[in-house]
């Protein structure tokens, strides 16, 4: 089909545009649900499934058609410099990815990769759930760290992401007659060039793995899958202590014991302590008192690995 005096070529198919589009419904999702601590569930599912996404991506990157596969993208800095230098009247057309746009689109899958690990290393680490929630006993005094490289890594992405829509609005108003931006929905550019073609293995793996990104994000909304499976069980404090529910909870809400450290509990649970508990007299027999005390030690916040009882003690400090 001749539009002008350019050809029109199939340059982006079904699979890659679909990659595209569920790429930017994830991570749109994803940030979104990252602003309440009450959609972290939703946040880690949109989050596997930009990981299936990249992993997807990688190997599409090998086995794609052709302006899919990285061999095709051209990874040149002087030839991106030219491209740059000359924007306005390049020296040469690129039916695929231009030398800017490749070095961008590799970052993005690049930082995308470490976003998603650095995501699911802390959703593990930090709250104790998902697929690395094993972490959670020997890496929780650093959950920290792990939270901050994702932001930093988060960061990176916005940055990349951000170049990625200048660089198509650019292109749309220097190049409008190219079809850039309408290539994205329909495929085809108006350029010069040889049209993909989709093989029967490429088109099992991208139903495969498009399916899978799907399917994942929809199997980690639910809170039973074990993306979002807790190593840590609800504790029924009634069968572990008894006399503590009786009598802390008895006059306000049963705080974990998690929440304070050793020294806390056993200056709260000192007689004279109990005598005057923030303006009530508490006290307990003795037997009773030191029942309660023992408990409290024993599962205090150094004996629990949980995101709130290491924050506590941090602040807390000596």
């Known amino acids: 089909m001749i539009k002008g005096d350019k050809m029109k070529r199939y340059v982006w198919s079904l699979p890659t545009r679909l990659f595209h589009w569920l790429l930017v419904l994830f991570i749109v999702g994803a940030y979104l649900a990252s602003e309440e601590e009450n959609l972290l569930r939703i946040h880690t599912a949109f989050g596997y499934g930009v990981g299936v996404l990249v992993i997807f991506r990688i190997i599409w990157g090998f086995i794609g058609p052709k302006y899919s596969r990285f061999s095709d993208f051209p990874l040149s800095i002087k030839e991106a410099i030219e491209y740059i230098k000359n924007i306005f009247h390049p ?4 039916i695929g990815h231009n030398p800017a746009a490749s070095f961008v689109m590799l970052g993005i899958i690049i930082t995308l990769f470490f976003v998603v690990v650095s995501g699911v290393l802390t959703y ?5 759930r998902g697929v690395l929630a094993f972490l959670n ?6 959950m920290e760290v792990f939270e901050e490289l994702h932001e930093v890594f988060v960061s990176i992405l916005l940055f990349l992401i951000a170049l990625h829509l200048a660089g198509v609005a650019t292109d749309y108003i220097l190049h409008k007659e190219d079809g850039t931006i309408a290539s994205i929905f329909t495929g085809y550019k108006n350029i010069e060039g040889e049209s993909v073609k989709l093989n029967s293995i490429q088109k099992i793996v991208a139903t495969l ?4 990104s799907i399917g994942v994000v929809i199997w980690g909304f639910t809170q039973d899958a074990p993306l979002n499976k807790s190593i840590y069980e609800e504790i ?3 069968e ?7 009598e802390c909870g008895a006059c306000h809400t049963l705080y974990p014991p998690h929440l304070l450290p050793k020294r806390s509990w056993v200056k ?4 004279k302590a109990l005598q005057n508990h923030f303006g009530d007299d508490a006290s307990l027999d003795e037997e009773s008192r030191v029942e309660i005390e023992k408990f409290l030690v024993a599962n205090s916040a150094e ?7 290491v924050y506590i003690l941090k602040s807390l400090k000596d």
């Open 91 to 94: 020296k040469k057309k690129y």
């Open 124 to 128: 593990g680490i930090q709250e104790g």
């Open 137 to 142: 006993n020997s890496l929780f005094r650093e």
């Open 209 to 212: 793995f498009l399916a899978a």
């Open 236 to 238: 029924e404090y009634e």
């Open 240 to 246: 572990h202590s008894s006399l503590f529910v009786e």
């Open 268 to 271: 709260l649970m000192e007689p």
């Open 303 to 309: 004996s629990s690995t949980k995101e709130a009882a």
